[in-house]
């Protein structure tokens, strides 16, 4: 079983950064690309990047693309997500997830199988 645990959320001003990072328990069988979506409140889930076992593809919404960059270790076992240039929009709870569905499926919530608990993201205007 894998398990998830999120950190490095917090409260930060419109324009300032926050690293997420996502560390992972446990093993899932197959090449595991990782994912991280966001969750504001009143609204439903949406992605915001991902990328594959290997590192060497990357996925992003419009929305956070130029300004987030995704990451991953696998010798740590922990992705990461840096957020610059952050803007009060930004504000939601992210959560990581994991899929074994191929990197280009981990752009879509419903193929992922591992989750975690999720890290709030505020910012502030």
């Known amino acids: 079983q894998v398990q998830l645990v999120e950190s490095g959320g917090g409260l930060v001003q419109a324009g300032g950064s926050l690293r997420l990072s996502c560390a992972a328990s446990?093993?899932?069988?197959?090449?595991?690309?990782m994912g991280w979506f966001r969750q504001a409140s009143g609204k439903e889930r949406e992605f915001v990047a991902a990328?594959?076992?290997?590192?060497?593809?990357?996925y992003y919404a419009d929305s956070v693309k130029g300004r987030f960059i995704i990451s991953r270790d696998n010798a740590k076992n922990t992705g990461y997500l840096q957020m610059n240039s952050l803007k009060p929009e930004d504000t939601a709870v992210y959560y990581c997830?994991?899929?074994?569905?191929?990197?280009?499926?981990?752009?879509?919530?419903?193929?992922?199988?591992?989750w975690g608990q999720g890290t709030q993201v505020t910012v502030s205007s």
């Open positions: 997830g994991l899929t074994t569905s191929g990197s280009y499926y981990s752009q879509f919530e419903e193929s992922y199988t591992y």
């Open positions: 446990g093993r899932a069988s197959g090449s595991v690309d």
């Open positions: 990328v594959s076992w290997s590192g060497d593809t990357t």
